[in-house]
Each structure stands twice: as structure tokens, then as C-alpha cells.
């Protein structure tokens, strides 16, 4: 965990290859508020759409869950960004972009942020790195 340069905000990043199913928790004494989700995908060679999905949980429970507006084929380099203040694209722009509108959430101890390929068309073999900004702060 890495903090900006404004005290309370703190990058999470997952950039490991070969998986296209991430997952944050919001560790034990902190509260998140989610500022803005950065993702890149990018699809091996396997056939079919592959559809990213945010989804909020308490840990045990989903709360709260979202796809964005477009899928992605094979071969291709994607890139996927969350925050309030965007609007929920349904189609990538020229540049391989897309935009979803999300909430800033006050996410308690235990509470998680999945992104993930909800087709899972091949999680195995997908590139998928996710940037979560959020404030952080203690419960």
C-alpha cells in the first residue's frame, strides 16, 4: 500500500499476469471510500466476449454490483475506469476506453472490491491489472 500525496488517499494496485478475477479487503481498522478504479485487460487469443464486473460485498454478502456498458473480444488490449463523477459508457471510445459511474462508498473493516471477467472466458490466461484510489481512513 502506497499513500499520495494527499494524506488520506491510498493507492491498492494488482497487477499480477494470468488472472482476470481481482479482489481488494478493506483491512481490519479502515474504512475505504472508493475515488476511482483503473483496469487494464488484456485478452489472450481464446475466443469470446469477456464482460468485467464491479461488485461490492461485506465479506460474506454481495451488496452491490455493476458491468460496464461493452465486452471485450479476443486479442485485444483494453482499458476500463470507475469514479463518480464519470458517465456509463456503452461502447469503448477510439482509444479502447470505457467509463462506468460508481458511488463513493464508505466501506467499512472486511468489506471488498471484486473486478473480474464475469464470462471467465479464460481467467488463466487474461492479463488483468487493477488501481483502486481510495481514502482511507480509521473506523
Known amino acids: 500500500m502506497r499513500q499520495g500525496p494527499y494524506p ?8 499480477l499476469v ?13 474504512e475505504w471510500r472508493l ?10 487469443a481464446v475466443v ?5 464486473k ?15 456498458g461493452a465486452v ?6 483494453r482499458r476500463y475506469m470507475g469514479a463518480a463523477d464519470l458517465p456509463d459508457d456503452v461502447a469503448f471510445d477510439a482509444d479502447g476506453n ?4 460508481l458511488s463513493g462508498w464508505v466501506l467499512p473493516t472486511g ?11 479464460d481467467a488463466t490466461h487474461d492479463d488483468m491489472t487493477v488501481r483502486l484510489l481510495v481514502e482511507e481512513m480509521r473506523e
Open 72 to 77: 471485450q473480444a479476443a486479442s485485444l488490449t
Open 98 to 101: 470505457i467509463r462506468m459511474q
Open 111 to 121: 468489506c471488498t472490491v471484486r473486478v473480474y471477467d464475469s464470462a471467465a472466458i
Open 54 to 68: 464491479v461488485e461490492i460485498g461485506d465479506g460474506a454478502n454481495l451488496l452491490w454490483s455493476k458491468s460496464f
Open 18 to 30: 494470468d488472472d482476470s478475477d481481482k479482489t481488494f479487503t478493506v483491512p481490519v481498522g479502515r
Open 35 to 44: 475515488q476511482m478504479l483503473s483496469t487494464s485487460l488484456v485478452s489472450s
Open 48 to 52: 469470446g466476449n469477456r464482460q468485467l
Open 8 to 15: 488520506n488517499i491510498v493507492a491498492q494496485a494488482d497487477s
